[in-house]
């Protein structure tokens, strides 16, 4: 997928577009990230403790956006990950300019008693010098609320795209994401998670950076990934926040992996 595609339909999700949103709401906002590896996952997936997955801090932009009204609600991201850099860097692979996007819908079905039941779909698409991973899922969701704090699970089956692999079915994905807002001293917080959890893999899927000599792929058929942190509503337009980043089984490794986002994001 080009990035000129990409970047178009981040825009077009991140937009305050009328004709979705006339019966609700929309967002959108910009941010500056730095991704800060800890040294423990540094060791284990740089060389020669891993032959791909390598990881090194970087710098990335963000645009992101959400509409919702009565129908249910989309959701989307787009990343530039060491945006001034080329997209291949022969000296160090680990500083290449890479590209990730993220579209997730949820479409109201029905309600089972004061539970919403909505039919879900979300794709993830990663470019990095040729290399592409791509991620579908489709199922169910819903939203559990008591007072402010707000929980939304899904489930589906998962397929996925990937360079070297093909296009196959690889099992089911499951996750969810919580919100919950807070005050201290007059000022205005927002405690999130997100989390991701992939299961059933097939082995075509399961060879890590770290794991190609064993073989052995039975305690890698489960994958976490995910992410807890804090905004800080500084004013309703500059955000401030930090994130620990996590993931076991997933980004290239097998095992788990860390580390610390440093945010400021500008709400339109």
Excluded: C
Excluded at 17 to 25: H, M
Excluded at 110 to 130: E, R
Excluded at 253 to 265: H, L, N, P, V
């Amino acid at each position: 997928m080009k990035l000129s595609k990409i970047a178009l339909a981040a825009v077009l999700v991140a937009s305050s577009s009328a004709a979705l949103a006339a019966d609700g709401w929309s967002w959108s906002d910009v941010s500056i990230n730095y991704l800060n590896w800890t040294k423990a996952t540094e060791d284990k997936s740089n060389p020669p403790n891993a032959v791909f997955g390598a990881k090194k801090d970087f710098v990335y932009l963000e645009i992101e956006g959400g509409m919702g009204g009565a129908w249910g609600d989309l959701y989307g991201f787009f990343d530039i990950e060491n945006p001034t850099n080329n997209t291949n860097n022969a000296s160090d692979n680990r500083a290449d300019r890479r590209q990730a996007l993220k579209i997730v819908g949820r479409y109201n079905l029905t309600k089972i008693g004061d539970i919403p039941l909505m039919a879900y779909a979300h794709v993830y698409d990663f470019v990095d010098n040729g290399f592409n991973d791509q991620n579908r899922v489709l199922g169910f969701a819903t939203d559990i609320k008591s007072g402010k704090f707000t929980i939304s699970p899904w489930i589906g089956v998962h397929q996925e795209s990937k360079t070297g692999v093909g296009v196959m079915s690889n099992g089911g994905m499951a996750g969810f994401n919580m919100m919950y807002p807070f005050e201290v001293s007059g000022q205005s917080f927002l405690l999130f998670q997100w989390h991701e959890m992939e299961f059933g893999r097939k082995n075509e899927f399961l060879a890590f950076g770290n794991n190609l000599a064993s073989k052995d792929y039975s305690e890698n058929k489960t994958g976490q990934n995910g992410a807890i942190g804090i905004n800080w509503n500084l004013t309703k337009q500059i955000v401030p926040s930090l994130t620990y980043r996590y993931a076991k089984n997933k980004l290239g490794i097998a095992g788990y992996e860390s580390a610390w986002i440093f945010t400021t994001r500008y709400n339109f």
